[in-house]
């Protein structure tokens, strides 16, 4: 069995090949959402290769646990792991974007093995997943679903409808991560519509919440563990940065949506390259 510290070994250098996967995604595509899509990996790393119950070879598994992707213009970080995970060919992934790919800008759960919801409108994975929830309790079956948020999308009213209902119903295998990276499309959320104080307001709708460092693997696997632990439903607020492991993009606004040009994509080869040096010497 893998002690803590190869378990967060293993999710860092993870999550690098990851990040690597997102930039040639979106570079060879010439377009999609590079900024969301970096700040999450490691979340993303940590639950569908240490936390989740699933079977990639069998993505129908009627046991199995559940992630929704709120943020769904984050899919290039949702398709490399799955690809990384198994779900499907990572080869697959030169596709992304082109014209007849299942692999979309948005994701289309009845082409991407391993996906649980089309994505579009921001705002709705929440509902979605209370819903699970409550099918599950009906159903008598024991499994968790996940879902990842956006703070920019947390400005939807439909977030605080699903927040209410979930602990009203209950709903204690919810576990929500909030990506706190602090930009949305059009700038920074303090200054669109500030959803701060984020903890107390989540704490307020009678939630168990805890806040991370985003990007420290030890940090979102002991916040995992609390959850299983304490009554739900669980709000993991996950402090990260948009862009992150790429040097100009890293809390950039204007990396939101847009892709790489030749200059860029060689210079974001090279900091990635330079912390797969770091990690290896670490």
């Not at 996906?115 to 579009?120: C, F, I, P, Q």
Request: aromatic letters at 6%; proline letters at 4%.
């Amino acid at each position: 069995m893998e002690t803590l510290v190869e378990r967060v070994r293993r999710i860092r250098r993870q999550s690098l090949t990851v990040r690597r996967d997102i930039v040639e995604m979106i570079h060879a595509a010439g377009s999609g959402h590079p900024g969301g899509s970096l700040s999450c990996v490691e979340i993303l790393v940590a639950l569908y290769f240490d936390a989740m119950r699933i079977r990639p070879e069998d993505p129908q598994w009627a046991e199995r646990d559940r992630f929704i992707l709120s943020k769904g213009h984050a899919a290039p970080a949702l398709y490399a792991v799955l690809a990384e995970r198994g779900f499907f060919p990572r080869g697959e992934l030169t596709s992304f974007s082109a014209a007849g790919s299942r692999l979309q800008k948005h994701i289309d759960m009845h082409q991407v093995p391993g996906a649980e919801l089309s994505t579009g409108s921001l705002g709705q994975g929440l509902s979605v997943a209370v819903g699970m929830c409550l099918a599950d309790r009906i159903d008598s079956r024991d499994r968790r679903v996940f879902v990842l948020l956006g703070d920019g999308e947390s400005q939807e009213g439909q977030v605080w409808e699903a927040a209410m209902a979930a602990a009203h119903f209950g709903t204690g295998s919810l576990v929500a991560f909030l990506d706190h990276n602090q930009c949305q499309v059009d700038g920074r959320v303090k200054d669109v519509c500030d959803i701060a104080p984020v903890e107390e307001k989540w704490r307020s709708f009678r939630w168990d919440v805890r806040r991370v460092d985003g990007h420290d693997p030890a940090a979102i696997l002991a916040a995992l563990k609390a959850a299983r632990e304490a009554p739900g439903p669980h709000m993991i607020v996950a402090d990260t940065v948009k862009g992150r492991g790429v040097s100009f993009m890293e809390d950039r606004v204007e990396w939101h949506a847009r892709p790489l040009n030749a200059e860029q994509y060689r210079q974001a080869v090279l900091d990635l390259e330079a912390e797969e040096r770091r990690l290896a010497s670490s």
